[in-house]
């Protein structure tokens, strides 16, 4: 399995060692469309002497951003094909800001296989909510209710950075304080949560039809998580304690809103730093194990038993050949004791890097540097080796970390990121995407919320998730995109279309490019019919920024908002003749739903 490892590395241009490297000039005087003398990665061409290309951390390397990360490198406009690198490949992005539309339009074929290539979840389009829920908003509110509610059914994954923090006041914990934890453990973060509190959370989770995976401090009664984190393990790591989660799940047992609305328990959140190596793999598998034994003796019998989750691994694991060696050997481990119809194995993923990198914005549009997200669940798919088939969960993933950036994360720009890794997901077999976030006052959220009892607005990606979870079914096909050259810039995916009659399909056509597409449906379209179209496009752009960076979107030309009550806003589709081609306005996001001659029967 590491030997495929290695290969699909390097396919996504991440060295298998950093040993042996041929450290040239940063530029070399001639043009290099090949990368001949540079580092290849994210369709971009990096020095030598940045040690690597692109990635978690790229701004830090000799060169900086500019030199050795892809948006850095497209935003600067140089083309391998007249510059030395830094530079983009040939296909790789146009530089920022984006071009204007033009007047040209484009003939591009489209065609779609008719066996089913994969299946993903009815809760396929699922969100999470950060730890620290409980004082920071007003989970009432009825905006949140309705638009919450609107994607169910759904999961709700509660964690993040903060749940190796929290200690449950719950049981013999009820006054536990943070203020003089039990060594090694400090005061460093250290939270506090009731049992009224995890009961409001479940309440919430009952009322929007979402069921909760809920994240575990797997580091109570270890050394507390420093920031940046140090290694724990060495021979061996830090003895685990599950006396506190013990307290929390004891109760959980035995209250109906909470036993009743749990899918899962995951463990621990984005340990395979702290919990470091072969030995610490071992343990944090260990630790689920231990677990599931919890559960099993204090979870009443006779109904479904709570799935164990875990093991939420850094972002950068899936292109670092140490973290999917980490993740082999957890995998490894943990198939000792947990069987693979229970265990959901489950990733973090920020594609784009970080949401600080300058330049981040030409990664948006650019074909290489989305193509990351698949490239990075098969290369964690061949590290898990038997593991693999327990079910995939994209755990927790957003464009870029960091917080994200405002004014990017928080826009239309983000929406070409999210549907197309809506669509990647569901065609590598990854089950569900847990986005993060649900709610936020910044950074990348479906909705946006200033404080506890600001309003509740939902940004451009909330539209896109609402319509692809009403439109895409869990049954998924394969898509061919031919024709000219701006092919490269169509993001094509098909799938069963979701409570319509058999034989209809919905295709997500994602156009980069700022050109017109026509998209013909001849042999697709069943003849005489008619389709539905939902084009999405940016609204009204944020002051100073590119008119792609839009905190609302239009539907069929149409802005998108909330009606008086609350109520949600039309999303019918606009009704086409069938065999008329599809026309996608330059840098738009289309849902196509036809009556298909052969698909979906």
Known sequence: ALAAVAVLLSAVGVPASNGGLDHRAAVESAPDPTCSTGIKADGVCCPHSCGSCGGHGCGSLPGGAAACCAGGIIASGRVCSSDPPPCAMSGGGGGWPP??????????????????????SDRFVSYNLDSGWEDRWNLDDPRLLLLAGALGPAHLRVGGTG??????????????????????????????????????????AERINASVLFGLNDMFGRPTKTKPEVPLCHTECPPQDLSNAAALLTWAAATDVVRNNLYGWELGNELNSVLNGAVGAQTQADDLIALGKLVDSVWPKGGPMPRLVGPDTHSATEYQESGLAWLHTWAE????????????????????????????????LNPASLDKVSAGVRAMQAALGPAASAELWAGETAAANNGGKEGVTDTFLDSYWYADQLGQFAKTGVKVFQRQVLLASSGYPLLLCASENATVTPTPDYWVALL??????????????????????LRAYAHCSRDAPSGTVTLLLINLSPDTLSVPTTGLAQPGSQRQEWHLTPGTPLAGLSRLQSKQARLNGVELDLLPGPALPSLVGRAEDGASAVMLAAQSITFVRLQSTSLCA
């Open 163 to 204: 749940e190796d923090y929290l200690v449950y006041a719950i049981g013999d914990f009820a006054n536990f304080s943070c203020s003089h934890p039990p060594k090694p453990m400090t005061t460093y973060r250290c939270t506090l949560v009731t049992e009224a509190e995890v009961s409001a959370l479940f309440q919430f």
């Open 99 to 120: 071009p204007e539309p033009t007047n040209k339009t484009v003939g591009v074929s489209v065609s779609v296989g008719q066996a089913v290539i994969a299946t993903v």
């Open 333 to 364: 481990t943990v198939l000792k004791g947990v069987s693979p119809s229970r265990l959901i194995t489950t990733f973090h993923m920020y594609a784009l890097g970080s949401g600080q990198t300058s330049g981040i914005e030409a990664s948006f």
């Open 468 to 489: 692809f979870s009403r439109l895409m079914g869990t049954r998924v096909l394969n898509v061919t995109v031919g024709g000219a050259a701006e092919a490269k810039d």
